[in-house]
């Protein structure tokens, strides 16, 4: 199997790793609703390399595996801690990054930004001793049962309001799986239940407390953080912004196009489109790709998740593109989320061309292989180059 982070982005081309033997090509594929403004005139698009502020990477064999498309692509991640054991403390984390490190090919320039699991033992030290590490750049919040490893999540906030004080003081964004869990509600109301029960009040009571309410389905959340002060930030996936639920139901059931929170409606995904490309900084990149074998998806009890990073900058540029508003696509991927984080935008740039493509199917084969998403569509804008370390 060929390895797609054997070469630096600079050899190879961003474009080199589509013609590598492990990734396979299907015809067909599923159909999308929405309309291409052809009119867009961009051909090229030049935007200041990406970061990606939500991401799975996994640990072991399969970091080693998905690494170099996020390496390849994203100068930074926000690296997520729900490993099985979850990454609690900021030893683990530290122990975690060096793995991630240790698995980057060489030639490639990545950043990790390590993130911690709250759980109901977490304690305001361990938050202070996270803030003074500089390896740490925020605290995630699962409800228990809520997604993939989540068992060791919490219930609530009630006894965790020493732990947001203090994360509060800190600076320390407390990173937020935003779904109300419980057999009498519905799953597609998980999201909105909880901005109304849980996180509003949070928010309302600790007042300096930042928040980034992470992979956004709902209209009303777009709409809470729009309206909410500039400590309140969202992400936003490349398949939140491209399909609906209706994509889970196509002409069968599509366990690929399962994740969580699970994908809603149209004026849902419309509200989303609009909160992307409308230029408040509140909003920014986070892909929330995350892989699980072929096996574990295409299963009688299918993993949540969507594998998205080797075409994620171009699902993006997708969305962007079909809005009208491919040139508000640099601010969303490349500045919101540096400028919210308190980071350095990224100085060099990547090069996106205008061309009509389709995306890998399948990373690797067989019951071990990921499944990309957006498998068989059509994608207008393809990464071409990068050019390293030019000032923006
Ligand atoms: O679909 C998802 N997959 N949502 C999550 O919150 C977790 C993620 C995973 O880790 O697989
Ligand atoms: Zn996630």
Not at 146 to 172: C, W
Not at 202 to 229: D, K, M, N, Q, W
């Amino acid at each position: 199997m060929t390895d797609p982070g054997a070469e630096s982005p600079q050899r190879a081309g961003y474009a080199g790793w589509a013609s590598q033997t492990d990734i396979r090509r299907r015809a067909g594929g599923t159909r999308s609703s929405q309309t291409i403004d052809t009119s867009d005139p961009i051909q090229t698009l030049e935007i200041v390399r990406p970061d990606d502020w939500h991401l799975h990477l996994r640990d072991g064999e399969l970091l080693s595996r998905v690494l170099p498309y996020t390496a390849e692509r994203f100068a930074r991640a926000i690296v997520m801690p729900n490993l099985d054991p979850p990454v609690t403390t900021v030893a683990e984390a530290r122990l975690y990054r060096a793995r991630i490190l240790a698995a980057l090919p060489a030639g490639l320039d990545f950043e990790p930004l390590m993130t911690l699991y709250l759980t109901s033992s977490t304690t305001p030290d361990e938050v202070e001793a996270a803030a003074a590490s500089k390896l740490i750049f925020g605290l995630k919040f699962y409800p228990m049962g809520a997604t993939t490893n989540s068992s060791q999540g919490v219930t609530g906030f009630e006894d965790l309001h020493p732990v947001l004080e203090s994360l509060e003081n800190s600076g320390l964004p407390l990173l937020v799986h935003g779904e109300a869990i419980g057999p009498e509600i519905d799953v597609f109301d998980r999201e909105r239940i909880f901005l109304d029960e849980t996180l509003r009040p949070i928010i309302e009571r600790f007042e300096g407390l930042r928040v980034v309410f992470e992979h956004i389905t709902t209209e009303e959340a777009a709409a809470f953080v729009a309206e909410s002060p500039a400590r309140v930030a969202a992400t936003l996936t490349p398949q939140h912004l491209l399909l609906t639920r209706n994509a889970i139901f196509d002409g069968g059931l599509r366990p690929h196009h399962y994740c969580l929170p699970v994908l809603k409606r149209e004026r849902d995904r419309a509200a989303l489109v609009a909160a992307a490309i409308g230029g408040d900084s509140s909003f920014f990149l986070g892909t929330d790709s995350a892989p699980h074998e072929r096996a574990k998806k295409e299963s009688a009890c299918g993993c949540a998740g969507i594998f998205s990073t080797p075409i994620a900058i171009e699902a993006y540029a997708e969305a962007f593109h079909r809005a009208g508003a491919i040139d508000r696509l640099e601010a969303f991927a490349s500045f919101h989320g540096a400028d919210y984080y308190g980071l350095p935008r990224n100085r060099d740039r990547i090069r996106l061309e205008a061309v009509e493509w389709q995306g890998p199917d399948t990373i690797g084969c067989g019951n071990r292989g990921l499944e990309v998403f957006w498998a068989g569509e059509r994608l207008h804008y393809r990464v071409a180059s990068a050019a390293q370390g030019r000032r923006v």
